[in-house]
């Protein structure tokens, strides 16, 4: 067991890490951060933040002499930083795991060798291949970069096979998965905690509403049947045991109008539709990150209010700082801003949660709340 008063390293220095670093020194651990950017939202919370890049030796060098373990809290550490680190100190999880989801070719073949179902997909490397894959997967598409997409980034929908072509070469032609553009009838995500030990530990199951390809919305619980909320918390469990993961991870599912269970993608870290566990849930996902990394025991994942997470977009601060007074009023929201100086459009600056014994009155005043902030 890593306990209190040891220095944790975080490679990456976003929001996530930014809550991962909340949440350690709140248990008296030291955090050590990693990231190139000078103004990282973790590293201006850590006891210390080298400002490097994720390849760059010394840096490395600080990680394993200072540190007893190393985190991650962005899917696209170079999986060669992450080896380095292993050859001194825990990594976790590990080079392996982040790589397998690295790639959303390998990640899809990896989900379908669990028995789990995906969209129907083909992956493209090479213009000649586009029109094949797009008749194998059968009607309206979409393309998306292979590797660093995110926030709905590095995708285009087709709906013809000379319109694939072209998004492929929009794309710069890099290698891409094709995937059929399912009918949905819901979108959920699974958030977990798994130890080094192979012990799991699932949260909540969160029903997450999207816009432009950008989590919007997560209302916990779910809207939708126990036995779905269970296959999916079962499925994601599957995968984890499948990575041989240790840490805090999260599957995302589709839900089809035909009431079919698809995998969509996993996040090897925290994830944003677990946001609503810093302020609804006995143990935050980032309280549980530390926990896993550390060997300690995990907290307890359990719900104590339904609750609605909005995102807050860089969009909302085009007219100057969103109006606050609203939800500053409301004696059930919670607002958290990442300390991000500046606010471009599609750009995560922060999220609030709206808690009610009601779940219908908390998605109501969550959208009352976010209408008033513009
Ligand atoms: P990102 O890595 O950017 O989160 P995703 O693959 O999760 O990329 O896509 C972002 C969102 O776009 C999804 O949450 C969903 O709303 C929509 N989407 C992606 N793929 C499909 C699909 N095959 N069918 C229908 N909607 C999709
Ligand atoms: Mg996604």
Same mark, same amino acid.
């Given at each position: 067991?890593?306990?209190?008063?040891? $220095?944790?390293?975080?490679?990456?220095?976003?929001?996530?890490?930014r809550m991962?670093?909340?949440?350690?020194? &709140?248990?008296g651990y030291?955090?050590?951060?990693?990231?190139?950017d000078?103004?990282?939202?973790?590293?201006?919370?850590?006891?210390?933040?080298?400002?490097?890049? !994720?390849?760059?030796?010394?840096?490395?060098?600080?990680?394993?002499?200072?540190?007893?373990?190393? $985190? &991650?809290?962005?899917e696209?550490?170079?999986?060669?930083?992450?080896?380095?680190?292993?050859?001194?100190?825990?990594?976790?999880?590990?080079?392996?795991?982040l790589e397998r $989801?690295?790639?959303?070719?390998?990640?899809?073949?990896?989900?379908?060798?669990c028995?789990?179902?995906?969209?129907?997909?083909?992956?493209?490397?090479?213009?000649?291949?586009?029109?094949?894959?797009?008749?194998?997967?059968?009607?309206?598409?979409?393309?998306?970069?292979?590797?660093?997409?995110?926030?709905?980034?590095?995708?285009?929908?087709?709906d013809?096979?000379?319109?694939?072509?072209?998004?492929?070469?929009?794309?710069?032609?890099?290698?891409?998965?094709?995937?059929?553009? =399912?009918?949905?009838?819901?979108?959920?995500?699974?958030?977990?905690a798994?130890?080094?030990?192979?012990?799991?530990?699932?949260?909540?199951v969160?029903?997450?509403?999207?816009?432009?390809?950008? =989590?919007?919305?997560?209302?916990?619980p779910?809207?939708?049947?126990?036995?779905?909320?269970?296959a999916?918390?079962?499925?994601?469990?599957?995968?984890?045991?499948?990575?041989? !993961?240790?840490?805090?991870?999260?599957?995302?599912?589709?839900?089809?109008?035909?009431?079919? =269970?698809?995998v969509n993608?996993?996040?090897?870290?925290?994830?944003?539709?677990?946001? !609503?566990?810093?302020?609804a849930?006995?143990t935050?996902?980032?309280?549980?990150?530390?926990?896993?990394?550390?060997?300690?025991p995990?907290?307890?994942?359990?719900?104590?209010?339904?609750v609605?997470?909005?995102?807050? =977009?860089?969009?909302?601060?085009?007219?100057?700082?969103?109006?606050?007074?609203?939800?500053?009023d409301?004696?059930?929201?919670?607002?958290?801003? !990442?300390?991000k100086?500046?606010?471009?459009?599609?750009?995560?600056?922060?999220?609030?949660?709206?808690?009610?014994?009601?779940?219908?009155?908390?998605i109501?005043?969550?959208? &009352?709340?976010?209408?008033?902030?513009?």
């Amino acid at each position: 067991m890593i306990l209190p008063g040891n $220095t944790l390293g975080m490679l990456g220095g976003g929001q996530l890490g930014r809550m991962f670093t909340v949440a350690a020194r &709140t248990l008296g651990y030291r955090v050590l951060v990693l990231d190139p950017d000078t103004g990282s939202p973790a590293g201006r919370m850590a006891d210390e933040h080298l400002h490097a890049a !994720y390849g760059d030796a010394w840096a490395l060098e600080q990680m394993a002499t200072r540190c007893a373990v190393v $985190t &991650t809290e962005f899917e696209n550490i170079p999986a060669d930083t992450l080896r380095t680190l292993a050859g001194f100190i825990p990594v976790r999880p590990g080079a392996e795991a982040l790589e397998r $989801t690295q790639d959303r070719a390998r990640e899809k073949a990896m989900i379908q060798s669990c028995g789990l179902d995906t969209a129907p997909f083909r992956v493209v490397t090479a213009l000649d291949e586009v029109e094949s894959a797009f008749a194998a997967v059968g009607g309206p598409a979409i393309l998306k970069r292979a590797a660093l997409g995110y926030d709905g980034k590095g995708q285009i929908g087709v709906d013809s096979a000379q319109a694939a072509r072209d998004a492929f070469d929009q794309l710069g032609q890099v290698p891409c998965v094709l995937e059929r553009r =399912l009918d949905l009838e819901r979108e959920i995500s699974v958030v977990l905690a798994r130890s080094a030990e192979g012990e799991t530990l699932c949260y909540p199951v969160a029903e997450n509403i999207h816009r432009h390809g950008i =989590l919007h919305m997560s209302i916990v619980p779910a809207r939708i049947p126990g036995e779905m909320a269970e296959a999916a918390r079962r499925a994601a469990t599957h995968l984890a045991d499948a990575l041989d !993961y240790c840490g805090v991870m999260a599957v995302e599912f589709f839900i089809t109008t035909a009431g079919e =269970l698809r995998v969509n993608e996993i996040a090897p870290r925290p994830h944003n539709s677990g946001h !609503y566990t810093l302020d609804a849930c006995v143990t935050s996902q980032f309280e549980q990150q530390v926990r896993a990394v550390c060997g300690l025991p995990f907290g307890d994942t359990r719900l104590l209010s339904p609750v609605v997470m909005v995102n807050l =977009l860089g969009d909302l601060w085009a007219g100057g700082e969103p109006r606050w007074a609203e939800l500053l009023d409301h004696p059930g929201a919670k607002l958290h801003l !990442y300390g991000k100086s500046e606010a471009r459009p599609g750009r995560k600056m922060g999220h609030f949660c709206v808690l009610d014994d009601d779940p219908e009155k908390a998605i109501a005043d969550a959208e &009352t709340l976010f209408a008033a902030l513009e």
